[in-house]
């Protein structure tokens, strides 16, 4: 089993910054590739990031390119998801999940989840 916990969201105006965390315990963290998910209502839960188990390798979903970055620190069991430029769209619950299936965008294949933080951006 792993443990997963998030945080660090928070509200925030347009064009602002947010770092999230996540945070891992239980199992030895570094083999699995995280990756980082958002769900806003009434809407589906969607791929934002993912990051390979060495953090040689990130992945992000079109619409944070350039704006977002995933790293990890394997030695503190963390991994973060610096938000920049900021946008009301990307209001949503944001969660972290745990995959050793390789990086992938498809939720189902995350074996373990957090519980969520909560992001909202003001416009």
């Known amino acids: 089993q792993v443990q997963l916990v998030e945080s660090g969201g928070g509200l925030v105006q347009a064009g602002g910054s947010l770092r999230l965390s996540c945070a891992a315990s239980?199992?030895?963290?570094?083999?699995?590739?995280i990756g980082w998910f958002r769900q806003a209502p009434g809407k589906e839960r969607e791929f934002i990031a993912a990051?390979?188990?060495?953090?040689?390798?990130?992945y992000y979903t079109n619409s944070v390119k350039g704006r977002f970055t995933i790293s990890r620190d394997n030695a503190k069991n963390m991994v973060y998801l610096q938000m920049n430029s900021l946008k009301p769209e990307d209001t949503a619950v944001y969660y972290c999940?745990?995959?050793?299936?390789?990086?992938?965008?498809?939720?189902?294949?995350?074996?373990?989840w957090g519980q969520g933080t909560q992001v909202t951006v003001s416009s």
């Open positions: 239980g199992r030895t963290f570094s083999p699995y590739v």
């Open positions: 990051i390979n188990w060495d953090g040689s390798s990130t």
């Open positions: 999940a745990a995959t050793r299936n390789g990086p992938t965008q498809k939720a189902p294949l995350y074996d373990y």
